[in-house]
Structures are given as structure tokens and as C-alpha cells.
């Protein structure tokens, strides 16, 4: 159990509003590289494991929906992001097949624990929100 002050220490989380955490990772040819690379500042980044893939095809839906800057990084086997040493895995905070949406400012605007049974719709709801948008607005 950590038993440091949170008033004075910075401790690492993907709770909406904490700053989206670093850890080490890999790209496809096994370069090490932080998850603060995953996520540039000036757009919406999604980011989840291969057993949601669901959340990447949702996000380009969402993106084209309302207009907005939106990318999805898939981190896991296979794919271009590799959990190298699995301490994205302990990070991360949802289950594999989660999401999580970071702001242009790469703070965690919001997460969901695991993939949805309609990942476009908790997305753009989600996204809506944190744009201030209704249903009316588009």
C-alpha cells in the first residue's frame, strides 16, 4: 500500500482528469518509446488493447461524426505498439478490451472499464461530453 501524501506526491493514473501516465513501450521494430508519444498534444487520442479493437473503428466513426481531430492506438502483439515489458498492462487501469480517450492536453478525459456493446455510441456520447455538444448540435 502506498502510503505517501497524494497532496505531495504525483502518483501515476488513468482516472478522467489525471495527466495520461508514461510507461515504456515498443514500436513494431522494438525502438522503446514513451506512451506520451502515443498521444500528441493537439488531438484527441483513444487508446486500447487488442481485444478492443472495436474502440478503433469507433473512434474513426466518431472523428468523421463530429469533426474532431480523433486517433486510436491499438497496444498489444502484433499490432505497431507492443506492451514490452507489461507495464502498460499495469498502468492502464481497464481491462484489455477497455478505452481510453486523452485530451489534446494528455489528460484522460475519460475511460471505459471494458469494450461496450456499442463502442461508436458510449464514444461519441463520451466525446460529446467533453465537448460540451448535444445530440442537437451537429
Known amino acids: 500500500m502506498d502510503e505517501r501524501d497524494p497532496e505531495l506526491y504525483y502518483k501515476q493514473s488513468t482516472v478522467p482528469g489525471a495527466r495520461f501516465p508514461h510507461v515504456w513501450v515498443a514500436d513494431v521494430d522494438g525502438h522503446k518509446r514513451s ?3 502515443l498521444t500528441p498534444y493537439g488531438q484527441f487520442t483513444l487508446v ?3 481485444a478492443g479493437e472495436a474502440w478503433a473503428d469507433a473512434a474513426a ?3 468523421e461524426e463530429l469533426g474532431v481531430p480523433l486517433e486510436a492506438v491499438v497496444i498489444g502483439p502484433g499490432r505497431e505498439v507492443i506492451d514490452t515489458y507489461y507495464d502498460w498492462a499495469k498502468m492502464r487501469g481497464v481491462e484489455e478490451s477497455g478505452a481510453i480517450l486523452v485530451r489534446p492536453d ?4 475519460w475511460r ?3 469494450l461496450a456493446d456499442d463502442p ?3 464514444l461519441g ?4 461530453s467533453v465537448l460540451g455538444r448535444s445530440d442537437h448540435d451537429e
Do not use: E, M, N
Not at 494528455?106 to 478525459?109: F, I, K, M
Not at 456520447?125 to 460529446?128: F, G, K, N, S, V
Open 35 to 37: 506512451t506520451h508519444d
Open 48 to 50: 486500447t488493447g487488442i
Open 61 to 63: 466513426k466518431v472523428a
Open 106 to 109: 494528455s489528460h484522460v478525459a
Open 112 to 114: 471505459a472499464q471494458a
Open 120 to 122: 461508436a455510441r458510449a
Open 125 to 128: 456520447d463520451a466525446l460529446r
